[in-house]
T-cell receptor, first 113, second 113 residues
Framework: DAGITQSPRHKVTETGTPVTLRCHQTENHRYMYWYRQDPGHGLRLIHYSYGVKDTDKGEVSDGYSVSRSKTEDFLLTLESATSSQTSVYFC????????????FGPGTRLTVL | KQEVTQIPAALSVPEGENLVLNCSFTDSAIYNLQWFRQDPGKGLTSLLLIQSSQREQTSGRLNASLDKSSGRSTLYIAASQPGDSATYLCALMLGGGADGLTFGKGTHLIIQP
């Protein structure tokens, strides 16, 4: 358990509405990540953060934005949700010792109707 | 672009057998490789991490090996049990900076009682 929580755990929303997913960690890790998991595609990186207010794009960043105003919170926002953003979203942290492995939160299942 | 392939995509074996899951990658310049387990509808659990300078790691009945020159890693599960049934994911970190992980699509493993 890497002390990662995600909220909400499940959400159903309509096309065109904004959605914000939250990732919270309790262990003061510098690096945080957002991935999405889809059948046939596996897990893909959306955005990542290497410190407060320091973020960068991943492989599938179009339609998403992120913010990190505190070390412990990393927010993922869908500005105007589309059906193609229906997915399971995972947050991860990366430790800075012992090989720098990543550890994942429980996920948020998002359905866009 | 790094590509990660896991073979087989699915595997069903009787309880008690030893088995090997395979992961291959196209770019040998990796920082580390991580094996994860994912149960249906759940998050990812880290099983083993191998740094690029290492050849193998062991945890209980699990052993992971890494051969960077051939672009291959294997996960060996000894004396399989029904509780080992899950999807196993291989993931690579390319650089030592803030890089995210590049995932394979996984091997869905079923252990028959």
């Amino acid at each position: 358990d890497a002390g990662i929580t995600q909220s909400p755990r499940h959400k159903v929303t309509e096309t065109g509405t904004p959605v914000t997913l939250r990732c919270h960690q309790t262990e003061n890790h510098r690096y945080m990540y957002w991935y999405r998991q889809d059948p046939g595609h596996g897990l893909r990186l959306i955005h990542y953060s290497y410190g407060v207010k320091d973020t960068d794009k991943g492989e599938v960043s179009d339609g998403y934005s992120v913010s990190r105003s505190k070390t412990e919170d990393f927010l993922l926002t869908l500005e105007s949700a589309t059906s193609s953003q229906t997915s399971v979203y995972f947050c991860a942290i990366r430790v800075t010792s012992g090989g720098m492995g990543q550890y994942f939160g429980p996920g948020t299942r998002l359905t866009v109707l | 672009k790094q590509e990660v392939t896991q073979i087989p995509a699915a595997l069903s074996v009787p309880e008690g057998e030893n088995l090997v899951l395979n992961c291959s990658f196209t770019d040998s310049a990796i920082y580390n490789l991580q094996w994860f387990r994912q149960d249906p509808g759940k998050g990812l659990t880290s099983l083993l991490l191998i740094q690029s300078s290492q050849r193998e790691q062991t945890s209980g009945r699990l052993n992971a090996s890494l051969d960077k020159s051939s672009g291959r890693s294997t996960l060996y599960i000894a004396a399989s049990q029904p509780g080992d049934s899950a999807t196993y994911l291989c993931a690579l970190m390319l650089g030592g900076g803030a890089d995210g992980l590049t995932f394979g699509k996984g091997t869905h493993l079923i252990i028959q009682p």
